[in-house]
C-alpha cells in the first residue's frame, strides 16, 4: 500500500497533462513502457544494496562511485521527495477550499473560519494540522493503513473523471489537434511528468526492510502489483481526462472541472485529504537521506528528529503557498531528480557491481536514455515556464 501509495499520488492528476504534452498514441506507449522500466529499475535497488552490502541507496552510490555519488544521490532523492512535498502542498490549495466553500458558501464571509476559504490559509492549517503530527512517526510502516484510505480516495477520483468527463458541457470541452493524435512536440516534458508519477526509488529500500520476510522474490511481488496497478490508473485518468479537455487540460485535471460540481467536490476532498496523508512519506525519506548524510552511523536524536522534521514541512509548506503552477513543479521535478533516480543511477550502479553481459548492456542503454531526458526535458521545461506557459497558471 505504501509503494502505491508513492506512486498514485499527487503525480495521478498530471497524466492528462502528460498526454496533451506528448500526443495520444505517444502518451499511451510512454507511460506503459516507462511502468516496465520503473518496475525494474526499482528492484535494480534492492538487487545493488545486496550485491554492495550497503542497507541504503545513498549508500549503494557512494560504494560504486565514493564521495561524488553519495553526493549526486543525496541531492536526487532529496530534491524528489521535498519537490513532491512541495506539489502535495499545491494540490491541497487548490482542493480543499473549493469543497468547503462549495459546502457552506457563506463560509468566506464567517469571522476566523473564514479563512479556510482562501488557498494559503487552507495549506497552513491542513499541513500543519494534519500532514506534520503524521511526519513524526519514525517507522513508515505505520502510515500503511493511512496509504490504504488514500488508495481508496484515488479509486474515487479516477471514476469522478471518468463518469463526469462524460457529462461535461461542451462549451468546457476542449479541442485535439488531429495532427497531435500520434506525437506531440512535448514528448520530453511528458516523460518527465510521467516519471514524476512513477518514481518511488528513493523510498524502495525503506518499504523493502518494513516487509515482515523482507526477500528479493517478496519485494519483485510488491513492485510488480504496485506498478501494475498504477498504471492501469494512470492510464484511466490520462485517458478519461486528455479525450474530455484535450489543449483545456491543466496540469491539475480537476482544475478544469466547475467548482459546484458536487461528485468532483468529493474527490477533490479525496485528493486533498490523500495528499495529506501522503506528504509525510516524502518528509520521511528526506530526513532520511539527511540523517545518512549528516549523521551516518549515529543513534537516533530526538532534537534533530523534531528539527529536520519540521524545517522540511515549513520549507515546502511555503514554497506551496508562492506557486501555483503544478504542471511545472511535476515537469521540473521529473526531469531532474525523478530521471536521476530511476534511469541513471539504479543502472550505473548494477554496471559497476556486476560482470559484462545483456543485463548490463540493457542498464547501460537505460542510463543513457535518462541522461537524454534529463536534460532535453529540464532545457524545454525551464523555457516553458520563462515564456509562462505553464500547465496551471493561476491560483484557484
Not at 486533498?272 to 537516533?300: D, I, K, S
Amino acid at each position: 500500500m505504501n509503494m502505491a501509495n508513492s506512486i498514485i499520488g499527487a503525480g495521478i492528476i498530471g497524466q492528462p497533462y502528460a498526454f496533451r504534452q506528448a500526443g495520444l498514441v505517444s502518451g499511451v506507449v510512454l507511460l506503459v513502457g516507462l511502468t516496465v522500466v520503473v518496475d525494474w529499475t526499482i528492484r535494480l535497488i534492492v538487487i545493488n544494496s545486496k550485491l554492495s552490502g550497503a542497507n541504503s541507496f545513498q549508500g549503494t552510490v557512494e560504494h560504486c562511485f565514493g564521495r561524488t555519488g553519495l553526493i549526486a544521490i543525496s541531492i536526487a532523492q532529496w530534491a524528489f521527495a521535498f519537490g513532491g512535498m512541495v506539489a502535495f502542498g499545491i494540490i491541497v490549495g487548490d482542493t480543499i477550499p473549493h469543497v468547503l466553500t462549495a459546502v457552506w458558501p457563506g463560509l468566506r464571509n464567517v469571522p476566523v473560519l473564514g479563512l479556510l476559504s482562501d488557498r494559503r490559509a487552507a495549506i497552513v492549517v491542513f499541513i500543519l494540522g494534519v500532514s506534520y503530527p503524521l511526519t513524526l512517526y519514525r517507522d513508515i510502516a505505520k502510515l500503511a493503513k493511512a496509504s490504504t484510505l488514500a488508495l481508496i480516495s484515488m479509486t474515487v477520483i479516477v471514476l469522478t473523471v471518468l463518469i463526469q468527463g462524460v457529462l461535461i458541457p461542451k462549451e468546457a470541452r476542449g479541442s485535439i489537434d488531429p495532427s497531435s493524435l500520434i506525437l506531440n512536440d512535448g514528448i520530453f516534458q511528458a516523460i518527465g511528468v510521467i516519471s514524476f508519477a512513477f518514481v518511488c526509488h528513493h523510498n524502495s529500500l525503506l518499504i523493502y526492510g518494513s516487509l515482515k520476510k523482507p526477500t528479493i522474490d517478496r519485494f519483485s511481488k510488491v513492485t510488480h502489483y504496485s506498478t501494475g496497478v498504477s498504471m492501469v490508473a494512470c492510464l484511466v485518468m490520462a485517458l478519461a481526462g486528455f479525450l474530455v479537455f484535450g489543449n483545456k487540460t491543466l496540469g491539475n485535471v480537476l482544475n478544469n472541472f466547475s467548482s459546484d460540481n458536487t461528485m468532483v467536490n468529493v474527490a477533490r476532498l479525496c485528493f486533498g485529504l490523500n495528499m495529506l496523508t501522503t506528504l509525510p512519506l516524502e518528509a520521511f525519506v528526506c530526513r532520511e537521506v539527511m540523517f545518512n548524510y549528516y549523521f551516518p552511523g549515529e543513534p537516533f536524536n530526538m532534537n534533530l528528529h523534531l528539527i529536520f522534521s519540521t524545517s522540511l514541512v515549513v520549507s515546502a509548506m511555503a514554497l506551496s503557498l508562492i506557486t501555483c503552477d503544478l504542471g511545472s513543479v511535476f515537469e521540473l521535478v521529473g526531469a531532474t531528480s525523478a530521471c536521476a533516480m530511476a534511469y541513471i543511477l539504479p543502472p550505473l550502479c548494477y554496471i559497476k557491481l556486476t560482470t559484462r553481459s545483456w543485463k548490463s548492456y540493457a542498464a547501460g542503454a537505460v542510463a543513457m536514455f535518462g541522461c537524454a531526458v534529463m536534460v532535453t526535458s529540464l532545457m524545454q521545461a525551464v523555457s516553458k515556464i520563462i515564456r509562462g506557459q505553464g500547465g496551471n497558471v493561476h491560483c484557484m
